[in-house]
């Protein structure tokens, strides 16, 4: 009697099959491999093993021999005994034990009980339809040009050409060891301009009154007179570009030499001077005194300094300040609300003034009329 088929049924729904009183048959997951030595690419499948230990029934294969050969349970598990009977005995006649689809029993020279799977069936239902693929070895074998190295070509320019670059070559040498060559060569060139002659502007008549009456100011606080002339060069334009723009020419103005004399003239008399010169003109152009307005925003200065108030309380709620405001005039105070400190809070002045001494005369008498937490502030 031969269960070997009945095994291999088993093995494709369960991860063990048990030889009662024989040995079991373990099915154990293994992913997809490459075998080197075949090169082979092997998918995922179930990796058969023996395990002598597992002797013990648990029902799985009777039940199975039971239903396969229509049989009952204790005729199932007779055809069992018998079949590990002829196992056994066909191991120890030192015969190999060929189960078909599983794999090969055998007893090595030292009587341990070895197996080797059957590597034709896969067992896992997952990889159906998968085989194993083979791949042969790529050869990459070192291809030999038998055709010679092409000799390269040199090119060799003719005698004429030499004879050309040579002088260039030779000029480029001189320019670079002698550079006063290239500025010569710079100048030269600058001097092409088309527009060499100079524009003479001639200064309005007011503008040669405004220098003559400069010169004899400072001619009589001991200062050699500027040298005043009636008409000043323009330089020539050097940009073609901006000749033909119609814009006005910029005139430049010689700066004025002026020599002090030392212990009689200083720095702030030339500059008191200049101050001067600068205001009449200013007020000839445009009617406005430079030094009127200047007096006039110090003067404005001064009337907005800073006053001394006696701070007769501070309040955080607006309408406690007005009440509080209300009862001091009542009582014949000059009070005020002159805004907020740096908290927010609404201050009541109960007298103001520019003198730091009449403000302390004042919070002296307002402390002696019950007001003893008053103060004094400036803002």
């Keep these: 009697m031969k269960l070997d088929q009945y095994i291999s049924e088993l093995l494709f729904e369960h991860e063990c099959v048990i030889i009662p009183g024989f040995g079991g048959i373990v099915a154990n997951y293994r992913p997809s491999f490459l075998n080197p030595a075949h090169h082979t690419f092997s998918p995922p499948s179930k990796r058969l093993a023996f395990n002598a230990s597992l002797r013990t029934n648990d029902g799985l294969l009777a039940s199975h021999v039971s239903k396969r050969l229509s049989v009952n349970y204790n005729e199932a598990n007779s055809y069992i005994s018998t079949f590990v009977s002829d196992c056994t005995k066909s191991l120890q006649d030192g015969q190999k034990l060929v189960l078909d689809k599983v794999g090969v029993l055998y007893l090595d020279a030292e009587k341990n009980l070895q197996f080797m799977p059957d590597a034709s069936v896969n067992y896992l239902k997952a990889s159906f ?16 040009s038998s055709e010679p190295e092409k000799k390269r070509k040199i090119v060799k320019l003719p005698k004429w050409r030499v004879m050309e670059v040579i002088p260039v070559a030779a000029m480029l040498a001189y320019l670079i060891i002698n550079p006063s060559v290239v500025n010569t060569l710079n100048s030269q060139l600058a001097s092409l301009n088309p527009f060499p002659k100079a ?16 010169n004899a100011y400072l001619n009589e606080n001991s200062v050699i007179a500027l ?29 004025p030499v002026i020599n002090l004399k030392p212990n009689h003239v200083t720095a702030e008399d030339v500059a008191a001077a200049k101050q001067k010169e600068d205001n009449e003109v200013n007020v000839k152009e445009t009617g406005i005194d430079k030094t009127a307005v200047k007096n006039e925003v110090v003067s404005n200065q001064v009337s907005r300094s800073k006053k001394y108030y006696v701070i007769g309380g501070c309040f955080s709620v607006e309408e406690n300040a007005t009440k509080f405001l209300s009862e001091s005039i009542a009582a014949g105070f000059s009070a005020e609300i002159i805004g907020k400190n740096p908290k927010g809070m609404t201050m009541v002045a109960l007298f103001s003034s520019e003198n730091a001494a009449e403000a302390e005369k004042q919070l002296v008498s307002i402390k002696e009329k019950n007001a003893g937490g008053a103060w004094i502030t400036r803002r």
């Design 227 to 255: 040298e005043s002339e009636s008409s000043v060069v323009v330089d020539t334009v050097t940009s073609t570009q901006n000749a033909f723009e119609e814009t006005a020419p910029v005139v430049k103005e010689e700066a």
């Design 199 to 214: 524009i003479v502007v001639k200064l309005p008549q007011k503008e040669i009154d405004r220098k003559k009456d400069t």
């Design 129 to 144: 339809g998968l085989t194993s693929l083979h791949s042969p070895a790529i050869r990459r074998d070192e291809t030999i």
